[in-house]
């Protein structure tokens, strides 16, 4: 439990310092353009667009960072703050303040919004604006003097250590050995946290002083991934062979390394092949001097070939570097492939990516196994979420609708993914878990959604539909027979389960409050509200159009002892994993008897329109009615 605690700690860690920066790549591509083309050893010296550069690195970009940094702990007043803050460090320093700005940045959030819980409900009325801007300049003023006096020299001197240590390393031949800590965390879960929070600010300050780095090119190198990648090329087996050329050009010319990463979790001891080849590329590097005068972002062989100084030698030592690596990781990923048994499960690869990073992967639906044509003659489409409780019959019961209005009878129906059934034909449900109804029903047509609510799948299923469908008119009507026998719930929605103008730090926080509402009411036992915790990190509850729908587990379905629902509303949103969410459904479900009203809940909310109408709702009736006027 300890190491699954330390590893999801670094994960947030990483993670909180690449989001800091990867906001912010257009800015450093813009400066690393202007400083490639204009400074006196770039490809058109010119004397009065190079004075662009100094001010870009020394000001925009820790300032960005601060801002953004600020941000992501306190929204917009986390951002003032944070960049008020960051000026100090700025000033206090004649280097770039990259990794000034991001311990400032976070602190000035960090600090604005405990002073903001601390004053709220405690500010009268009328006075909120004043308080607002005097607060956030106050302690802004403070935090940039602060940052001035005593954390500026101490980056400073942190940041020079830093430097004399990388041109020991060089000097004494050991730059390579970066290779053993770079190529795996990067594919275990540390991927752009190693560059943009460490290296980037490092390699800018060399850039200032010697006109390259050669730490831009520790990481961002995408020789190991070809040459790995190549090996599964040449010597791969079923799936993964299949997709290894399309994953080497999309990780060599587009630079998205995570690509990579599934096909080196299938089998494991390739990382010692992306180890080996990052070292030799390295070493290419240092022996022929190598370096970038921008940062390369993304990874691709384009960016690095742009930002590379313009001069014969530079282009030799880079080329180099990247196509020994590539031919190091390629002869020892051959090697791997050859004498040992491959996992041939490379979504199951992706998946489990995924949960090493602690987010969601923006390839991983590249890996999901191909789907066929629409099956002929659809008379049974199933929608699937982990409990078959609350996504899952909010997509059917839209689908449904859709599958209505267009004169269509195909039974449209939800449940667990363990439960689909044999004979479905259509398998609809988040990307996350399209894996697993895959493995239940392989023979299924598979659909993948990430937005339940709005989805454009749904549109273009039923006008596939509509081109072949053969459905009797018995079975539609024993399924329309069995929907009108749920039980009446018109009780289920009740004024004092709805709250309005609500304030959550964190999701946890909001989907911990409606779980407390349900218990409250005696619709749930205490557990379900962790069960509703998991339920979330299995597989976001976010469910598109700023609304969230948190629920138990499968598992969870015997602590609830009748349905139930609480409505929450936050005008200024809560994050759900980067998404905005301003209407929160508690569920409970029992029996199926929940299942009308978040019917009628799902239609209402497909609509922005009504979305809308209920975040400004003033009371808990004019809330209700939205819904049930739907």
């Given at each position: 439990?300890?190491?699954?605690?330390?590893?999801?700690?670094?994960?947030?860690?990483?993670?909180?310092?690449?989001?800091?920066?990867?906001?912010?790549?257009?800015?450093?591509?813009?400066?690393?353009l202007?400083?490639?083309?204009?400074i006196?050893?770039?490809?058109?010296?010119?004397?009065?667009?190079?004075?662009?550069?100094?001010?870009?690195?020394?000001?925009?970009?820790?300032?960005?960072?601060g801002?953004?940094?600020?941000?992501?702990?306190?929204?917009?007043?986390g951002?003032?703050?944070?960049?008020?803050a960051?000026?100090?460090?700025?000033?206090?320093?004649?280097?770039?303040m990259f990794?000034?700005?991001?311990?400032?940045g976070p602190?000035g959030?960090?600090?604005?919004?405990?002073?903001?819980q601390f004053?709220?409900?405690?500010?009268?009325?009328g006075f909120?604006?004043?308080?607002?801007?005097?607060?956030?300049g106050?302690?802004?003023?403070?935090?940039?003097i602060?940052?001035?006096?005593?954390?500026?020299?101490?980056?400073?001197?942190?940041?020079?250590?830093?430097?004399v240590?990388v041109?020991?390393?060089?000097?004494?031949?050991?730059l390579?050995?970066?290779s053993?800590?770079?190529?795996?965390?990067?594919?275990?879960?540390?991927?752009?946290?190693i560059?943009?929070?460490i290296?980037s600010?490092?390699?800018?300050?060399?850039i200032?002083?010697?006109?390259?780095?050669?730490?831009?090119l520790?990481?961002?190198?995408?020789?190991?991934?070809?040459?790995?990648?190549?090996?599964?090329c040449?010597?791969g087996?079923?799936?993964?062979?299949?997709?290894?050329p399309?994953?080497?050009?999309?990780?060599?010319?587009g630079?998205i390394?995570?690509?990579?990463?599934?096909?080196?979790?299938?089998?494991?001891?390739?990382?010692i092949?992306?180890?080996l080849?990052?070292?030799?590329?390295?070493?290419?590097?240092?022996l022929?001097g190598?370096?970038?005068?921008?940062?390369a972002?993304?990874?691709?062989?384009?960016?690095?070939?742009?930002?590379?100084?313009?001069?014969?030698?530079?282009?030799?030592?880079?080329i180099?570097?990247v196509?020994v690596?590539?031919?190091?990781?390629f002869?020892v990923?051959?090697?791997i492939?050859?004498?040992g048994?491959?996992?041939?499960?490379l979504?199951?690869?992706?998946?489990?990516?995924?949960?090493?990073?602690?987010?969601?992967?923006?390839?991983?639906?590249?890996?999901?196994?191909?789907?066929?044509?629409?099956?002929a003659?659809v008379q049974?489409?199933?929608?699937?979420?982990?409990?078959?409780m609350?996504?899952s019959?909010?997509?059917?019961?839209?689908?449904?609708?859709?599958?209505?209005q267009?004169?269509?009878?195909?039974?449209?129906?939800?449940?667990?993914?363990?439960?689909?059934p044999?004979?479905?034909?259509?398998?609809?449900?988040?990307e996350?878990?399209?894996?697993?109804?895959?493995?239940?029903?392989?023979?299924?047509?598979?659909?993948?959604?990430?937005?339940?609510?709005?989805s454009?799948e749904?549109?273009?299923?039923?006008d596939?539909?509509?081109?072949d469908h053969?459905?009797s008119?018995?079975?539609?009507e024993?399924r329309?027979?069995?929907?009108?026998?749920?039980d009446?719930?018109?009780?289920?929605?009740?004024?004092?389960?709805?709250?309005?103008?609500?304030?959550?730090?964190?999701?946890?926080?909001a989907?911990?409050?409606?779980?407390s509402?349900l218990?409250?009411?005696?619709?749930?036992?205490e557990?379900y509200?962790?069960?509703?915790?998991?339920?979330d990190?299995?597989?976001?509850?976010?469910?598109?159009n700023?609304v969230?729908?948190p629920?138990g587990?499968?598992?969870?379905?015997?602590?609830?002892?009748?349905s139930g629902?609480?409505?929450i509303?936050?005008?200024?949103?809560?994050?759900?994993?980067g998404?905005?969410?301003r209407?929160?459904?508690?569920?409970?479900?029992?029996?199926?008897?929940?299942?009308?009203?978040?019917?009628?809940?799902?239609i209402t909310?497909?609509?922005m329109?009504?979305i809308?109408?209920?975040?400004?709702?003033?009371?808990?009736?004019?809330l209700m009615?939205?819904i049930?006027?739907?």
């Amino acid at each position: 439990m300890a190491q699954s605690n330390i590893k999801v700690a670094v994960q947030k860690f990483g993670n909180f310092l690449s989001s800091m920066v990867m906001p912010n790549i257009g800015a450093f591509i813009a400066w690393g353009l202007i400083t490639a083309l204009f400074i006196p050893t770039g490809f058109f010296p010119n004397e009065s667009l190079a004075k662009l550069v100094d001010p870009m690195v020394k000001y925009l970009l820790p300032l960005l960072i601060g801002y953004t940094g600020g941000k992501l702990v306190h929204d917009q007043r986390g951002g003032v703050v944070g960049a008020i803050a960051t000026m100090g460090v700025i000033v206090g320093s004649d280097i770039p303040m990259f990794l000034g700005a991001m311990i400032m940045g976070p602190l000035g959030g960090y600090i604005i919004k405990k002073f903001d819980q601390f004053i709220e409900g405690k500010v009268k009325t009328g006075f909120e604006m004043l308080i607002n801007n005097f607060s956030a300049g106050i302690l802004g003023g403070i935090l940039a003097i602060l940052a001035f006096l005593g954390v500026s020299p101490a980056v400073d001197g942190f940041t020079g250590a830093l430097v004399v240590g990388v041109d020991w390393m060089v000097a004494h031949g050991l730059l390579p050995l970066t290779s053993i800590l770079i190529e795996p965390a990067k594919i275990l879960f540390l991927n752009n946290a190693i560059n943009h929070g460490i290296l980037s600010p490092i390699g800018a300050e060399q850039i200032r002083t010697n006109g390259q780095s050669i730490l831009l090119l520790l990481e961002t190198n995408p020789g190991p991934g070809l040459g790995i990648l190549l090996a599964y090329c040449f010597f791969g087996k079923g799936t993964a062979k299949q997709s290894a050329p399309g994953a080497a050009i999309i990780h060599f010319i587009g630079g998205i390394h995570e690509i990579y990463f599934p096909y080196v979790l299938m089998r494991p001891l390739l990382i010692i092949a992306a180890i080996l080849g990052g070292m030799s590329g390295v070493f290419t590097f240092v022996l022929l001097g190598g370096g970038l005068q921008a940062v390369a972002s993304p990874g691709s062989i384009l960016a690095i070939l742009a930002a590379t100084p313009g001069n014969a030698g530079s282009y030799v030592a880079n080329i180099s570097g990247v196509l020994v690596a590539a031919l190091v990781s390629f002869i020892v990923g051959s090697l791997i492939l050859k004498t040992g048994k491959q996992s041939e499960d490379l979504d199951e690869a992706a998946r489990k990516m995924q949960e090493m990073k602690g987010k969601k992967s923006s390839v991983a639906g590249s890996f999901t196994k191909q789907q066929g044509e629409v099956p002929a003659s659809v008379q049974k489409i199933v929608f699937a979420c982990d409990a078959g409780m609350g996504s899952s019959a909010m997509g059917a019961s839209l689908l449904r609708k859709k599958v209505k209005q267009a004169d269509l009878n195909i039974s449209v129906t939800n449940t667990a993914i363990s439960n689909i059934p044999s004979d479905a034909q259509i398998v609809i449900t988040q990307e996350e878990l399209t894996p697993r109804a895959q493995n239940k029903v392989p023979d299924a047509y598979h659909i993948s959604v990430d937005n339940f609510l709005s989805s454009p799948e749904y549109d273009k299923l039923i006008d596939q539909l509509k081109n072949d469908h053969t459905t009797s008119k018995a079975e539609e009507e024993k399924r329309v027979s069995a929907e009108n026998n749920t039980d009446s719930n018109d009780g289920l929605l009740k004024e004092e389960n709805v709250f309005l103008n609500q304030h959550f730090s964190s999701k946890e926080e909001a989907i911990r409050f409606a779980g407390s509402v349900l218990v409250k009411g005696g619709y749930v036992e205490e557990n379900y509200v962790e069960a509703m915790i998991d339920r979330d990190n299995m597989t976001s509850t976010y469910m598109g159009n700023d609304v969230a729908i948190p629920h138990g587990t499968e598992e969870a379905k015997k602590n609830v002892l009748r349905s139930g629902f609480t409505v929450i509303q936050v005008p200024e949103g809560v994050d759900f994993d980067g998404e905005k969410v301003r209407l929160i459904f508690g569920i409970a479900g029992k029996d199926g008897t929940h299942l009308e009203i978040l019917s009628g809940i799902a239609i209402t909310c497909s609509d922005m329109d009504n979305i809308e109408k209920m975040v400004h709702a003033k009371s808990a009736k004019e809330l209700m009615a939205i819904i049930q006027s739907n």
